[in-house]
């Protein structure tokens, strides 16, 4: 079954620390992408990061990058130098072939306070 | 701007009144899909649209409906709605793949949500 699982419910960090939100993922499709949404408080669903299933390179966007662990069906956000700002709930999902369309399957979250 | 538009982004309603949250989108995207977001349980699609006049359920559909008559409208109605729809809602849309390997991040655009009470 296709899945995708965040372990971590919550998760505190100093300002300027780096930190890592951890997803896994299952699936049997070959061919899938992965990506990291940060949702605030004020609950807009904003885009940060995707990383396809052929993309040799970790992606990385800025204080974004990707930590993808093919093999072990991992792709982990780590965060570097974490500002007051990235206190917000962060959800991993995983797009599959479908028809043709693109469905997200997302994790149930979690929750990064940032601690000055 | 491109953008996706819901509305109404507040509602507080009571058991069994019917009630429509409208969503638009401006980039002329096929995929339409309607989410809706519960505590420790993450986004389930609830429906979407390949495209006008095409849809089908999610994983949630249970007590809700849609339509597609524009490419650009996708509104979600709740025919009698009840307690356990308590729950913020999310409209979203992208262009629809062009093939098995993918050439562009076929990102979804989401509205701002819409949460909805049932009384």
């Known amino acids: 079954a296709q899945k995708i699982t965040q372990t971590q419910p919550g998760m505190f960090v100093q300002e300027k620390e780096a930190v890592t939100l951890d997803c896994t993922y299952d699936?049997?499709?070959?061919?899938?992408?992965l990506f990291w949404y940060k949702q605030p408080s004020s609950g807009e669903m904003i885009f940060l990061i995707y990383?396809?299933?052929?993309?040799?390179q970790n992606a990385t966007e800025g204080r974004y990058s990707l930590n993808f662990q093919k093999a072990r069906k991992s792709a982990n956000l780590v965060i570097s130098a974490s500002q007051l700002g990235d206190s917000a709930m962060y959800f991993c999902?995983?797009?599959?072939?479908?028809?043709?369309?693109?469905?997200?399957?997302f994790g149930a979250g979690t929750r990064l306070a940032v601690h000055p | 701007e491109a953008q996706v538009t819901q509305n109404p982004r507040y509602l507080i309603t009571v058991t069994g009144k019917k009630l429509t949250v409208t969503c638009s989108q401006n980039?002329?995207?096929?995929?339409m899909s309607w989410y809706r977001q519960d505590p420790g349980l993450g986004l389930r699609q609830i429906y979407y649209?390949?495209?006008?006049?095409?849809?089908d359920k999610g994983d949630v559909p249970e007590g809700y409906k849609v339509s597609r008559k524009e490419k650009r409208n996708f509104p979600l109605i709740l025919e009698s709605p009840s307690p356990n729809q308590t729950s913020l809602y999310f409209c979203?849309?992208?262009?629809?793949?062009?093939?098995?390997?993918?050439?562009?991040?076929?990102?979804?655009?989401f509205g701002e949500g819409s949460r909805l009470t049932v009384l």
């Open positions: 980039m002329n995207h096929e995929y």
């Open positions: 649209s390949m495209n006008v006049e095409v849809t």
């Open positions: 979203a849309s992208s262009t629809r793949d062009r093939g098995v390997t993918y050439t562009n991040t076929g990102e979804l655009f």
């Open positions: 699936t049997s499709d070959q061919s899938y992408g």
């Open positions: 990383q396809g299933s052929y993309d040799e």
């Open positions: 999902a995983m797009r599959v072939p479908s028809g043709g369309y693109n469905k997200l399957i």
